[in-house]
């Protein structure tokens, strides 16, 4: 069972390597499409922020993504081309700081015990399940994604 302690580590641990990964960048870096099926920095930290307050929401009950940026953010949505859809980079990085916070105030609030509570008695997944699949997994998994969006960005500035 994880512990509020690593879920709080792992925030932070990937909000350095978005932190890491946007350094420098501006709008237009992070909207650079690779030459294969894929999306773009900026998609991939708003769908980062958008499961995000799906992640607050397992915590609180009541947070959840806005509907209409989860329509472009959200998983199966369309690759993001077009940067005036897109929500600014410089916004979406404030975003995501304060989401942590709200999220890291949130899990110091909660008692520990909420993370053995069930989530989906149907699948049989509890708090901790679902919060370690959004952060373990999937943030993990699209945090990584933005090593080689970084490398695309740069092999474009200059």
Known sequence: ??????FINSLKRIDGIIARKTEGLNHADS??????PGNCMNWNIGH???YRMQFLGVIDGVSKPD????????????????????IPLDVLLAR????SAQAIA??????????????DAERGTTVDDRLA??????ESY?????EILHELALAHKS
């Open 133 to 138: 699949f959004y952060l373990l997994f999937h």
């Open 106 to 119: 949130a899990l110091e609030a909660m008692p520990a015990e909420k993370l053995a509570e069930v989530y």
């Open 1 to 6: 069972m994880s512990s509020v302690t690593q």
């Open 48 to 50: 980062i922020l958008v």
């Open 67 to 86: 509907p209409a940026e989860f329509a472009i953010y959200g998983g199966g949505s369309a690759p993001l081309t077009d940067s005036s859809k897109a």
């Open 31 to 36: 909207m650079r499409q690779l030459p294969f």
């Open 142 to 146: 699209h945090a990584g994604q933005l």
């Open 96 to 99: 995501i700081t304060d989401s």
